[in-house]
């Protein structure tokens, strides 16, 4: 997966520019959401446990951020948790996800969110399995799932590859 941008100072390790959105950009993309997804990604909220589409996706591809397209998490590493919202035990590229401290509800989480769009994702945790540790338990509705072989989703037009 590479990214065909000329300004390789916004590139991260794997290849995919994490420039943000121009006001105009997203305006645009997030016009594209629907209220649910309006509600997690841009007011942080969180989906019911169980409810979301994506929790049983088995299938081989990469799980990208509904809002911008950047590529987060792969299907080899999703996991079942029981919690009732996706997990996984890394990024796709440790670039691609923000960690931000996050003490709302009376706790103290840290919150994971697109680093290119900086929409709401979920939250991580240290009780993930080997070799990480970690289990990054995310919003369905904050995904977008795409098979292997598919285009990436590329709604900023920055000629990212296939899943």
Same mark, same amino acid.
């Given at each position: #997966? @590479?990214?065909?941008?000329?300004?390789?100072?916004?590139?991260?390790?794997?290849?995919?520019?994490?420039?943000?959105?121009?006001?105009?950009?997203?305006?645009?993309?997030?016009?594209?959401?629907?209220?649910?997804?309006?509600?997690?990604?841009?007011?942080? !909220?969180?989906?019911?446990?169980?409810?979301?589409?994506?929790?049983?996706?088995?299938?081989?591809?990469?799980?990208?951020?509904?809002?911008?397209?950047?590529?987060?998490?792969? +299907?080899? @590493?999703?996991?079942?948790? %029981?919690?009732?919202?996706?997990?996984?035990?890394?990024?796709?590229?440790?670039?691609?996800?923000?960690?931000?401290?996050?003490?709302?509800?009376? #706790?103290?989480?840290?919150?994971?969110?697109?680093?290119?769009?900086?929409?709401? +994702?979920?939250?991580?945790?240290? $009780?993930?399995?080997?070799?990480? %540790?970690?289990?990054?338990?995310?919003?369905?509705?904050?995904?977008?799932?795409?098979?292997? !072989? $598919?285009?990436?989703? $590329?709604?900023?037009?920055? !000629?990212? %590859?296939?899943?």
């Amino acid at each position: #997966m @590479t990214n065909l941008a000329s300004d390789t100072s916004s590139l991260c390790p794997s290849g995919f520019d994490l420039t943000p959105p121009d006001d105009a950009e997203r305006a645009r993309l997030e016009a594209d959401l629907n209220e649910e997804e309006r509600r997690v990604l841009l007011a942080h !909220g969180t989906e019911a446990p169980f409810c979301g589409t994506l929790l049983g996706e088995k299938r081989v591809g990469v799980f990208c951020c509904r809002e911008c397209g950047l590529p987060l998490f792969r +299907q080899g @590493t999703k996991f079942e948790s %029981g919690t009732g919202w996706p997990s996984f035990s890394e990024p796709v590229d440790e670039a691609h996800v923000k960690a931000i401290t996050d003490r709302s509800y009376g #706790m103290t989480r840290t919150e994971t969110r697109c680093a290119r769009c900086d929409s709401h +994702q979920g939250h991580v945790f240290p $009780d993930g399995p080997p070799p990480s %540790g970690l289990r990054y338990c995310i919003n369905s509705v904050a995904l977008t799932f795409v098979a292997e !072989g $598919d285009p990436l989703p $590329d709604p900023l037009g920055r !000629g990212d %590859g296939k899943a």
